[in-house]
């Protein structure tokens, strides 16, 4: 069963791969004159490539920034290396040299800005009063909280010169054309990338509440940065999502009724603790295999979206290994199921695994490894534990994001 389900997960990546994405939207578009290209993100150097193959030397200038080793060469475009998820100084250099750059556009001018998950690490341009490491410890703080997508992005556009719509402000008048690959709940550009060039929905109000209810500790200058408000409205964009979590749970359950199994699309809008979100799987199984429900088994049931972990403990992992561990717990009761989840970019919170595969013999198996499931999961030490067992998934960098996947094998 685990050889299928990374069959089903690595055919189901390949399909929604960035540049695919962008060069089926891009054959059906049409933009005029030349272009000065923008690409940012953990796919940045694969949505430049399928741009420059689509325009060629339209494109006059490029500027691609991406994640430490996740670079390779595209024509003669200039590349920046930055940190993820915590930005560091060359996050700033990018952050300065995208602002230098739309500066001196004019009305004559498109921008062609492409967008994959980790562009709000990637790029920062701090306002006045706070400073890179600010923003960092800011960010590290509402992650280890529990901080959702979209608080965490609201944070930081309220403490950047650049994003929710201010690198659209410092391009006026000229025209962005952007193509994002969402890795959000909910698609929402102003929270993709933090909305570079998208009408901020946010406000400073709600960043100071989130501030106070994750109790991130704040100076008078932080304070007066948040004070100040983003653009609701821009008059130079067009925006366009060229992929979702939502195209890639539909991809998934194609490849999966290929493969013979009958599938079960639950959600795209997976969310809240991935420890609590495990323990309804009993459920799901349950239902499935009631009469009442009339599914077809052998089924596969899917589930989209991202969880969050609020971390307490100490150890390595991510939301998607916390998951597949709290799952292990969870199902280990009960026979004929299988579970899988996994970050759709490859990277599965500090470790160098995309998330795990899990049955109802794991958690014996872990036991008799010495390992104790359940303070563990305490510790937030998803993947020491999987890794014991050989369960966790190295997918490498998957030239996509569309946030995580949840696949539940359901035998009759």
């Known amino acids: 069963m685990n050889e ?31 272009l000065i290209m923008i690409s940012i993100g953990k796919a940045a150097c694969a949505m430049a490539k399928a741009a420059y193959e689509h325009f060629g030397d339209r494109i006059s200038q490029g500027l691609i920034i991406t994640l430490y080793e996740h670079t390779f060469p595209v024509h003669n475009f200039q590349i920046i290396e930055a940190a993820h998820p ?44 706070v400073s890179i490491e600010d923003i960092s410890n800011i960010t590290r703080h509402l992650q280890l909280a529990g901080a959702d997508i979209i ?63 994750y109790n991130v500790v704040t100076t008078p200058q932080i304070l007066k940065a948040i004070s100040q408000e983003t653009p609701d409205k821009l008059r130079n964009i067009r925006q ?61 049931a899917i589930c989209g979206g991202e969880t969050t972990v609020k971390v307490s403990g100490t150890g390595k ?40 595969i899990v049955d109802t013999n794991s958690y014996d198996h872990m036991l008799s490894c010495g390992i104790n499931p359940e303070a563990y999961l305490h510790n937030n030490d998803s993947s020491n534990a999987l890794n014991k067992i050989d369960a966790v998934l190295n997918t490498g960098n998957t030239n996509t994001n569309l946030n995580d996947l949840l696949l539940i094998v359901i035998e009759k």
């Open 4 to 34: 299928l389900l990374k069959s089903i997960i690595k055919e189901s990546l390949e399909l929604v791969q960035a540049d695919k994405l962008l060069k089926t939207v891009l054959q059906k578009e049409d933009l005029p004159g030349n």
């Open 86 to 129: 915590y930005p560091d100084e060359n996050s700033l250099l990018a952050g300065q040299s995208i602002a230098q750059l739309v500066k001196q556009l004019t009305r004559n001018d498109q921008v062609l800005l492409l967008i994959s998950g980790g562009a709000s690490a990637l790029v920062e341009l701090p306002r006045n009063g």
């Open 151 to 213: 608080e965490l992005n609201t944070v930081r556009k309220h403490l950047s010169l650049i994003k929710g719509g201010q690198l659209a402000q410092l391009a006026d008048p000229a025209k962005i054309y952007s193509y994002l690959l969402s890795d959000v709940p909910g698609d929402r550009p102003d929270t993709i990338g933090s909305g570079l060039a998208a009408p901020d929905l946010t406000t400073s109000q709600a960043t100071l509440e989130i501030i106070k209810k």
């Open 240 to 300: 366009k999502i060229i992929g979702n979590n939502e195209l890639l749970c539909h991809i998934t359950a194609e490849i999966t009724l290929k493969n013979g199994y009958i599938p079960w699309l639950l959600t795209t809008d997976m969310a809240g603790e991935a420890k609590n979100y495990a323990r309804i799987i009993p459920d799901i199984v349950h239902n499935a295999r009631s009469p009442k429900t009339g599914i077809n088994l052998p089924c596969i």
């Open 317 to 356: 992992g991510g939301r998607n290994q916390e998951l597949a561990l709290a799952a292990a717990i969870a199902i280990r009761n009960l026979k004929g199921v299988t579970v899988a989840a996994v970050a759709s970019d490859g990277t599965d919170g500090n470790s160098k695994y995309a998330g795990a």
